[in-house]
Each structure stands twice: as C-alpha cells, then as structure tokens.
C-alpha cells in the first residue's frame, strides 16, 4: 500500500493567529487533514497566540516571530522527521520553503492571498515561487497577477477560493438593530480593518456616498465594525457627513456578535480596491445579506461575477448603493445556499483534495 | 477542415458560460468554416462546444458537429482530416462498433470509446479535437505531431476555453489582452511566435504532438505523445543505404499522398516550378487521381523573365495532365488586399502572403481542397541551413565554446567597426551562438538575435520576454533525445520550429481565410517514420533528386536545377514598399539584407493590435 505524504507547513500564523490569511491556512490544513491524504501535518508558525485547538493529525511548533529565529526553527523541525509535501503560506516565506523542499527532495506547494502577491516579488521570491510544484491563489486576480511575473507553466496556477463556515447562517438580526437605534433604518455594513495602510478597503468611499443617499431619501445609516488607528479619521469623516445619527463605528467585535451584524445589515457595502478575495463578503452573504463591492480585482471572485452580490464600478457607487436598497430583499436562506454551493466547506474541501490529487499525479 | 471551440466552467465557483460568448468565439472562425455551424450543451451548461464546418467528408448534415456518441456520453468537436479513416472504421466495425455517418469525425468518438487518451496514437492525419466525457465530466483534447491544425487554450482559474484561433477566443470578450513579453520576443527573434506562447499572456497553444485533459480540478498540464526528434534518434541507429533511397522515397511518398487524397470534393494542387508541388502531382497521378487541377501562382513583374514560374509549372502540369490554371498577381491587387491579409492573420508572421494569394485563386477556381508541397525542404534537406548549420558548428562552434570570447567580440566588433555590426549583426553574433545547435540555429533563422532586441523592444520587454522565452533552452529541447546526425538534427530544428511556427501556421490561417483546406502530404507522421533512416545519412541533393524521381513519370531535369537557382517573388518588394508607408519608424533599422522581413514585422505587430500604443512594445 502506498505511504500517505506527510506534510511541513510554513505560515505566518495559523492556529492561534487573526485575519484571513490565517483562517485560510485553518480550513486549508484542516480539510487536508480530514480528507485522509495526508498522515501527518506540522506546522511551524511565526505567530501563535492564546488558547487554540488543533485538528486530528496535525501539530503545530512554538511560534518565532523573528525571522531568523523562524528560520531555524523551520529548518531544525524539516531535518527532525520525513516530509513529502512541504506547504509554504506565503510568498515571503516561498525561498525558505523552496530551500527546505529542495533539500528534502519535497514538492513544494505555496499559496498566495492578495496584494503581497500583486507587484513583483524579490527575486529569491520569484525563483522559488517558480520552482513550485503547485500555486495555490485565492482568486482568479491573484492567479493573473501571479503569472504576470512568474515563468511558470499556467496549469501548476490553480484558483482554491477562500471559503465561509458553516456557523455563518440567515438569522433575526431585529434585536441588534433595536439595540443600536437603528430601527427603521436602511444599514450599510463594513467589515474591515482600519488602519491607515488599508484605506483600499473604501470606508472612505462609502462615507463620500452617504450624503448623496440621504439626499435621495434613503433612510441610511452607516456601521463599521473593525478596528485600527485610522478609526479616529474615520469616525470624524462620517459625522461630517452624516451626523451621530446615522454612523455606528464598533470596533472589534467577538465571532457570535459579527453574525448577529451581518444578520442586522440590509447590505454588506466594502467598495475595496485591493481584495485578494474578500471573505467578508461571503460571511455576510452566507448570513443572508446582499453584498457589494467594487468590479476589481478579488472581490469579482467573491461576488461571484455579480451572480451572489453586485460589484460596481467605483463611479457608480451611489447609484448601485441606491439601487440595491430599494430591490426586494429576496429570500436569505436561497442566497446562503447559492453562497455555500460555490464557496461552502464541502466545497472547499473538495478543491484542497483535487489540488493534492494534481500534486500527486505527477509523483 | 473547421472552427471549433468551447468553453468549460469546472471550478465549483464558476457560473454557466453565455451562450453569447460561445457563439461569438464561435462565429469569429466563419471563414473557416462556411458550410453549417452547431452548439451543444451539458445539461448543467457548464460546458459549451462550438463548431464551424467546411464539409469535405461526408458532406450530409448527419456528419455536422458537435457530434454526440450513439450512447450520448462522448461530444466531439474536431477541425482536421484523419487519413486513415476508412482503416480505423473497418477495425473499429470489426471490434463491434456501429457507423451512422461515414465520417472521419465518427470515427473519433469510437476510438475515444475503445482506447481513451492512448487513440492518438492510431490517428494518420492533421488533427485538432476536444471531446467532452459526460461520464468523468471532462474534456480531452489533441493535436496532430507536426502541428498542422492550431488549438489554443486560455485558463482563467475559473474557466477553461479553446478555440482554432487567437483571435477567435478574444472575440469571445472574456479573456485577458494583456501582453505576453514571450510571445513578443519570440515573434522578433523567429519571425513568428513559437509556441506554446501567443502575443496573448491568458492564451496558449497546445503544443503539437500533446494531449490535454481538462476537469474540475481544472487543465493539467499538456502531454506529448509524438516526438519527431525521437523517431529520427531511433531511425540512426540503422540507416538506410544509399542505394534504397529512390525506393523507400517512391514508396513513402505514393501512400503518404494517396492518403491524403481521401475527400468527397476535388482534391486539387497548388504547383509551383520547384520539386516538391511538382512531385506531388506526379505522385497524385500515379495514386489514381483523374482530374487534377492545379494551381500557380505568377507574378506580372516576372512576366516573360526566367523568374517567372508559370511556364515550366505549365510544363510539369502537362507532363502530368493536369489542368493548369495561372493565376496572375500584380501590386495594385496586393495593396488592395493587404488589410484584408493583415486582419486575417490570427497571429503575427512574417510570411504567408503568398499562401493568401494563391488561396485565394483556388477559392476562386471553385476549389475546397488543395495538396502543397510545404515540408519538402524539411524532409528532403532542401535548405541551406542543412549545409549551413554543421559547416558553422564545426568552424566557429570551438571558439563559442570559450567562455566570454562571443561576447567579447561582439563588443569588439561594435567598437571597432561599428558599420560591420549593423550591417552584419549575424555575424557579429558568430562566435557567441555557435556553439550549440540551437544558437547556431537561431543564428541561421533569426530575424533579430536577443542582443538587438533591446533597440526594436522596449527594454523591459526585451528582458522579461528573454527570460520566459529561454529561446535557447526551447529550441534545445526540440532535439531531445538528439536525432544522433546533422541531417537529423538540422531536420527537427526546421520542423518543429520554422515550419511549425511559421510555415504550417501560416497555411492554416491564409487558407482557411478563403475556406480552403492545405493539405501537406510531405508533412505526415507515417512519412516521416518510414524515412527517417533515410534522413540520417542524406547527402546534399540527394534528397530532393529521390523525390523528383518519385513519380512513375520523373519530373524533368530542369526542375532539380532550377531547386538549386531558387525564386524569387516580388512581394518582398511590396511588403517593404507597404512596411515604409504604413510604418514610418522602421526608419531606425539597420539597413542590410534581410531588412525587408524586419521591416514587415514592425508592420505586422502593430497591426494585430496588441496595444494602441506601439511605445509600449517597440523601443522608441
């Protein structure tokens, strides 16, 4: 019987990190590790924190956050046991991965996410991304922008999109609306970072609207959940604009409060210019609530084409904002279903095992 | 010969292509084929297949395309001639399969059923196909070992979707135009874009002589299944003597055009005054064809001059009794038809022109079919480049072989005769490339070598394209495993790279521009493996006298000698005439022998339309 690979993966930060890239690395990993494909996963992390559970064969070593340090600690782990697969989470990391792999006699696997992968890498970043067995990206964008600067043969570029747990689902969200004395509100709803270097999220886009919107007759009123230091800039924007009355800014929220937002919003508006895909999207989509972002980049992926939410050109803001507020709501339950079909776990899953199968063909 | 194409969504994120895309890529390729256009659809409308027809066999609808296996699970679209056909049936009939058509295309779907992805191997003939598997839910694709008929894919992560033409799959509006720096280096180095490139970076050929299987863990990458490098590497281990060559030649060429004589229209002959077209029709006689009517191409500036082909093409037609038919060309029709040839070009090439034209006389002669001669001088050594390339190897190939010296020189020369290097700029380039085959190649071919790109390319251009391209790498790996003599070597060189680059390409494009279908009986799969031990040990000449004796009446004496004196057509004139009108910046090329062809390039990309901005691309 043929001995199942075993797996190292090198990632900024997996079980134990925030955001979506290690979220990303979560589902990837843990369905790796369920589809039985595998035997054994290690990964080493540069940032782990708190308490974390870890999926059935897979073990995670100390976090080192210096890179140096990370190094070694990758090195030393790679040289303590057999690997086959060796699993690289970001392009940064691709020429320690490449180095571990060749040494190892391992096929390499890395994965791109969204604007690190974009401009051109360095040079030892580019050789070893085209010394890759298999690019995984997470939207077609990426892939394009991947191939624009690596002499690579197309067919090891594969798309493996980002998908949305199943504890995202359609629900009341009245209670929270209440609660925030948004009754009888139209509530545009953004899920984002707020630090001033990703301001290409477009809360600055949305503020510019709300104006406009409200010149129309639209009863809107504007929530942010998300935190960072360019919150303050934003806030004062949005009060210029609007006023107290229509602007909640929330900062971070915990997991079971974020479905209750998306639940509560009548559109998921993040007009971002630089979504490697845009999760958020499918969150709130697979909450039941319309999305809209920009035609750009991930975000088409993640809107699917404009068959699960809109994507505007950013001069039509306002008029698909308006638009979209006063279409019939449909049906949550039907457009979480069409969000999971193309994006759900099973889904996912089955694209991380067709991705080790294309791996393996060629053993 | 036809236009297919498809589209298949197989990432589970994908939603159903539009019909309207499918019919637009589809109806881009009209001139390909005239007689009838089909779609088909999964259920699931995750996979269309388009298709054009020009019929030629089987000329009934029931032969249209797609065509459904009688079981309904396998959907063929297919551009091309299986020549073996009528053999395959009677196997196939004999295994228990059941014909409804008598169409070669038929035939596909049975041997797909039989023998899967290993069918290619029993295919004779110039092919390009997809074939849907409602079963596994994915698509198998092919094209023949020399590359006769074109297949180009584009995979957007998403999507995947093919067509016979570039031009075709952008007309479908959903692909990406971005420039392939590749594809431009390439077109400047050869004159055409080696493939697997195209100008596009989102559009690829599949190479020829490959399969590829495409589902929904999307396209894998494309695999060989003929290499013709390997059936001469095979062949030199037992050459065939001298004496046998007259015979095996005979023998070869007769089944290779007798095969290629299976249509149920008029098969006719483009006749030019050199061996091979002449041979050809010798060989059609000989094969059984009654009524022949061939072709020539003659030009009003050579009218009564020994340029002029169209008397001794008139002599070798009568030899044979064929029904000879001049057709006259002359520059005012050139420029009158020179956008229309530009706008037919799927991609750019230097050459075809005179394909276009003498196409263009056979549609007008009422024709659908017609044999050529092309792949004579590959076969047969009829280039210069077969004594050329040994005789540099052997005398510069040592001193290339001393690290930094080609360089050197060549920084000397500029130095130190600065006129020479412009003048001159091949042999500048000598020392530097001599000392392999594929830089020796390149050297002989080039239409620019890399260290000149950077005064016709933008810089940046130039270097990316350098680097994805690796010319020589992808010329070196045409000769793998080494056909093991220079015959052989210089052999595959011309074959899998100018002739399938440029010469089948442009036969394919200017043909089917008029619906006519090129046939190459001299570029066959099964000739070449039956002369392949032949090809090991071919003294210069030799070759093509063996050919001109292949006929049971030979071709006159005077057609060998006038082989060796070689043509010349005017259009080279009027395609330099053209390039100085329509693009004043060719101003800056150096002005040498070969200028004509570096001229017409600057004319031909900047026609294809890659950006608005010639800037871009070409140094200012």
């Known amino acids: 019987m043929k001995r199942l690979p075993r797996l190292l993966a090198l990632v900024g930060d997996a079980f134990g990190g925030r955001g979506g890239i290690a979220q990303y690395n979560r589902d990837f990993l843990g369905a790796l590790a369920k589809s039985g494909a595998v035997s054994s996963i290690t990964v080493v992390p540069r940032i782990a924190r708190g308490f974390f559970l870890l999926p059935e064969k897979i073990e995670q070593t100390p976090a080192h956050a210096a890179r140096s340090v990370y190094a070694l600690a990758a090195l030393r782990t790679a040289f303590s046991r057999p690997f086959d697969l060796v699993f690289c989470g970001h392009v940064f990391m691709a020429p320690l991965a490449a180095l571990i792999a060749r040494l190892k006699g391992a096929k390499l696997i890395v994965q791109t996410h969204g604007i690190e992968a974009w401009p051109r890498p360095s040079r030892a970043q580019l050789m070893a991304v085209e010394a890759a067995d298999l690019v995984l990206c997470v939207s077609r964008y990426t892939r394009s922008a991947v191939l624009n600067w690596a002499a690579i043969v197309p067919e090891r570029v594969l798309v493996l999109s980002n998908t949305v747990r199943d504890i995202f689902t359609p629900g009341d969200g009245s209670a929270l609306r209440a609660e925030l004395g948004l009754q009888g509100k139209r509530v545009l709803l953004t899920v984002a970072r707020l630090d001033s270097q990703d301001r290409y999220k477009g809360h600055d886009r949305v503020i510019a609207v709300l104006p406009q919107l409200v010149a129309q007759g639209h009863d809107v009123a504007y929530v942010v959940v998300g935190d960072g230091y360019d919150r303050a800039r934003l806030e004062a924007a949005a009060l210029r604009a609007v006023g107290a009355e229509r602007v909640r800014f929330l900062g971070e929220v915990e997991l079971q409060s974020l479905i209750k937002f998306y639940r509560m919003a009548d559109l998921f508006v993040m007009p971002s210019t630089g979504e490697g895909f845009g999760i958020a999207f499918l969150e709130a989509m697979a909450c039941g609530t319309r999305a809209l972002g920009l035609n750009v980049a991930g975000a088409k992926d993640a809107l699917a084409d404009e068959q699960l939410g809109r994507a505007a050109p950013e001069t039509e803001l306002a008029a698909t904002i308006a638009r979209v507020l006063v279409e019939p709501k449909g049906d949550p339950g039907t457009l979480a279903a069409a969000v999971r079909a193309r994006f759900g776990p099973e889904t996912f899953a089955t694209g991380v095992c067709n991705a080790l199968n294309r791996l393996m063909e060629t053993a | ?620």
């Open chain 2, 1 to 620: 010969m036809c236009g297919i194409n498809g589209i298949v969504a197989y990432h589970s994120a994908s939603s159903a292509p539009e019909e309207a895309e499918l019919l637009a890529t589809r109806d881009a390729m009209r001139a390909r084929g005239p007689d009838g256009s089909g779609t088909w659809w999964s259920a699931d409308r995750h996979c269309g297949l388009g298709h054009r027809r020009l019929s030629i066999i089987d000329l009934s609808d029931r032969a249209s395309q797609p065509m459904t296996s009688e079981d309904g699970r396998f959907v063929v679209v297919f551009n091309g001639e299986i020549y073996n056909y009528p053999q395959l049936r009677a196997e196939l009939e004999t295994d228990g399969a059941r014909f409804r058509t008598t169409s070669d295309t038929e035939a596909l779907l049975h041997l797909y059923a039989h023998y899967g992805a290993e069918m290619v191997h029993r295919l004779r003939g110039m092919f390009a196909f997809a074939i849907w598997d409602q079963t596994r839910r994915g698509l198998f694709l092919a094209r023949d070992p020399y590359g006769i008929k074109p297949l180009y894919t584009a995979n957007d992560g998403w999507t995947f979707r093919f067509a016979s033409q570039v031009k075709a799959l952008l007309a479908g509006g959903n692909i990406s135009r971005d420039p392939e720096p590749a594809g431009i280096v390439g077109f400047h180095l050869f004159g055409s874009v080696p493939e697997p490139f195209t100008l596009y970076r989102d559009i690829r050929a599949l190479p020829a002589g490959h399969t590829q299987w495409v589902d929904n863990a999307g396209p894998r990458e494309p695999k060989p299944f003929a290499n013709l490098a390997e059936v001469l590497a095979k062949s030199a281990a037992n050459p065939t003597p001298a004496a046998e060559l007259p015979e095996r030649v005979r023998a070869g060429v007769l089944d290779s055009v007798s095969a290629h004589l299976l249509s149920d229209v008029e098969v006719g002959i483009f006749l030019s005054a050199g061996v091979d077209s002449g041979a050809m029709l010798g060989v059609m006689r000989d094969a059984g064809q009654r009524e022949i009517r061939a072709i020539t191409l003659a030009f009003d500036e050579f009218k009564g001059t020994p340029e002029d082909e169209a008397p001794e093409a008139a002599r070798v037609s009568a030899i044979y009794g064929a029904r000879h038919i001049v057709r006259r060309l002359n520059a005012q029709e050139f420029f009158g038809d020179l956008p229309t040839i530009l706008e037919a070009m799927d991609q750019p090439s230097i050459d075809g022109v005179n394909t276009w034209f003498i196409a263009k006389a056979a549609k007008e002669a009422g024709l659908k079919v017609a044999l050529s001669g092309l792949g004579g001088d590959e076969l047969f050594g009829g280039y210069a480049s077969f004594r050329d390339l040994p005789h540099w190897r052997r005398w510069f190939g040592p001193f290339a072989a001393v690290p930094g010296l080609g360089f050197l020189f060549r920084k000397f020369i500029r130095a130190v005769a600065p006129n020479l290097a412009v003048a001159r700029p091949k042999a500048v380039g000598l020392l530097e490339l001599s000392g392999s085959w594929a830089g020796t190649y390149l050297l002989r071919r080039g239409l620019f070598l890399p260290h000149e790109l950077p005064m016709f390319v933008d810089p940046e251009i130039a270097r990316e394209g350098l680097r994805r391209l690796k010319p020589l790498n992808r010329l070196a790996a045409t000769l793998m495993p080494d056909p093991r003599t220079d015959g052989g070597r210089v052999c595959v060189l011309e074959s899998a790279n100018y002739m399938r680059n440029q010469l089948l390409r442009d036969a394919d494009w200017a043909g089917m521009a008029h619906s006519i279908e090129i046939r190459v009986p001299l570029v066959d799969f099964t000739l070449l493996a039956t002369l392949a031990p032949a090809i090991a040990l071919l003294k210069e000449g030799a070759g093509k006298a063996a050919l001109a004796h292949a006929p049971t009446t030979p071709l006159p004496a005077a057609a060998l000698i006038r082989a060796k004196t070689g043509f010349s057509v005017p259009t080279g004139a009027w395609m330099s005439m053209a390039a100085a009108k329509l693009w004043g910046a060719t101003a800056s090329l150096p002005q040498y022998k070969g200028l004509v062809s570096r001229r017409w390039s600057s004319v031909v990309i900047n026609h294809i339309g890659l950006t608005d901005d010639p800037a871009k691309v070409h140094a200012a």
